[in-house]
């Protein structure tokens, strides 16, 4: 499939790599990646990164997912906070040095090939050019990139998925990691200790100082959105195409898009509304919307339509257009594309402290009650554990420290029809041996933590049954282990290095 050029000798500097790792790694756990600061210049191969390179570099990450490379983008670390975009930035890097270093280069039939099969560009399993063109002008042109940024995403992609496949060869599974996952099938009885992080939140008590000394430290970090009208046409598709798909589908698109693009076109010289009257089409007029499409005047109100409709569609192409260049090209919103004129700009201004206190209100309190919470659960691990080495019920010790319990009985992780909320509790007690307690698991609205009382045997029929996944199972978190190992010693030998001492 690729025009791979290697050598024995890059061949055997990856493999000598991937048993120096192996022979260690499953001894360690992941490591959270914690990053501090604000700092955005970083060194990597020795090459100094600018603020502004971060920030090209991080866009980068919503356009490998609007490619539909979500495996991509979460492998190197993005998760759409800026921490994850600054391993994506350094990580994607990475990837394109190995793939030089390994001679991994897949050549341009490949990236086309893999193109042209991106499910975002599929229209009743064919390539949709039109799904494409949109996905430029939607995707692309708003962050001043061009095609060649999808072909050197998708290249690297695949540069990715050749080291995986090459690192994937590696792990084996043993018996002791078949009897771990097994555990699923082991009904799990217990009793689990919850901390509501609201609870937490109204013990919270802030003051006018903190939240002053909150806005004064960071003023900058408070501004109003910057709003944009626009006024647009819509080309719905035909009544009669709804129904049509495969072949069929996409002509009666492509002649839509066709009409609306010729529209398009004039209405960049004449003007929209000149262009919509001479057309005998409607003129309609989106509310003030920000960068994301979000109607701040139905947000107040607190209308579940705060996003959605044209403004949605418009508003990344929106943003990129000013006075001397007013209309956007074709839009797709849905089944039908749009053409849009920006009318006004009400650009971003600083807050006043005022306007700033609701958020800054929200930020305080929650830091404050999710440190509360978790000083409540390290104190009850404490309180538990000792009593468990008393000998104590794990009901009784909950109570005596004035816990909020709730007790499940043979809870098997496998079994789908069980109660959520009592799959996680076993989840989270997987790792445990009988009478003992975990630590706090977070969860967004508070957290929970786990006492194991009992884990009963697995039904062995259902082991032999499930075998195939459980293998599969031990040697996807074995691959995982092996390809995050793999990235610190790449990471190591590019210098990664923040000057700064920060990440951003």
């Known amino acids: 499939m690729f025009t791979w050029m290697r050598t024995h000798q890059r061949n055997l500097m990856l493999v000598i790599t991937i048993l120096t790792i192996i022979s260690f790694v499953f001894f360690y756990s992941i490591t959270d990646r914690t990053h501090q600061g604000s700092g955005q210049v970083a060194r990597v191969y020795g090459r100094n990164l600018s603020v502004t390179d971060f920030q090209r570099e991080a866009r980068k990450f919503q356009l490998a997912l609007a490619l539909g490379l979500t495996e991509y983008a979460t492998s190197l670390g993005g998760n759409g906070a800026d921490e994850g975009l600054s391993d994506f930035v350094i990580n994607k890097l990475i990837i394109d040095h190995e793939g030089l270093r390994l001679g991994i280069q897949p050549g341009d039939e490949d990236v086309k090939n893999a193109i042209t099969a991106l499910p975002v560009f599929q229209t009743g399993g064919q390539f949709d050019p039109l799904k494409y063109r949109q996905l430029v002008v939607t995707a692309l042109t708003p962050q001043g990139f061009t095609e060649l940024e999808i072909q050197n995403l998708v290249r690297s992609s695949l540069i990715l998925e050749r080291i995986k496949q090459m690192l994937d060869s590696v792990p084996a599974v043993t018996d002791g990691e078949i009897a771990y996952y097994s555990r699923m099938f082991q009904p799990t009885s217990g009793v689990a200790v919850l901390f509501d992080l609201a609870d937490f939140a109204r013990q919270v008590k802030l003051t006018e100082d903190q939240i002053t000394a909150a806005f004064k430290a960071d003023p900058k970090r408070f501004v109003t959105s910057e709003l944009r009208t626009a006024r647009y046409v819509r080309f719905p598709m035909p009544a009669d195409a709804q129904k049509l798909d495969g072949k069929a589908k996409i002509d009666a698109q492509q002649k839509v898009a066709d009409a609306s693009d010729n529209f398009a076109t004039h209405a960049a010289g004449a003007g929209l509304q000149k262009a919509a009257a001479e057309a005998g089409l409607k003129v309609e007029t989106t509310l003030p919307f920000d960068a994301n499409g979000k109607i701040p005047a139905l ?206």
């Open 299 to 504: 947000a107040e109100l607190g209308s579940a339509v705060a996003v959605g409709g044209p403004a949605t569609a418009i508003a990344p192409a929106a943003f990129t257009l000013t006075e001397k260049a007013p209309v956007t090209g074709v839009l797709q919103n849905g089944d039908e594309f749009v053409v849009a004129e920006l009318m006004t700009v009400t650009p971003s201004r600083p807050m006043t402290l005022a306007e700033a206190r609701p958020e800054i209100t929200r930020e305080l309190t929650d830091t404050a009650a999710k440190a509360a919470l978790e000083k409540a659960a390290t104190g009850a691990v404490a309180k538990l554990r000792e009593a468990a080495r008393a000998g104590q019920p794990a009901s009784q010790a909950a109570a005596a420290a004035g816990l909020k319990t709730q007790v499940f009985t043979n809870v098997l992780l496998s079994d789908e029809a069980a109660p959520v909320d009592l799959r996680r509790f076993a989840a989270a007690a997987r790792s445990a041996n009988e009478g003992e307690i975990t630590g706090l698991h977070a969860e967004p609205t508070g957290g929970f933590l786990v006492w194991l009382e009992k884990r009963g045997p697995a039904d062995p029929k259902a082991i032999d049954q499930h075998r195939a996944d459980l293998v599969a199972d031990a040697l996807a978190q074995q691959q995982n282990l092996l390809w995050t190992e793999w990235l610190k010693s790449a990471q190591r030998e590019a210098g990664v290095a923040f000057p700064s001492g920060n990440r951003g």
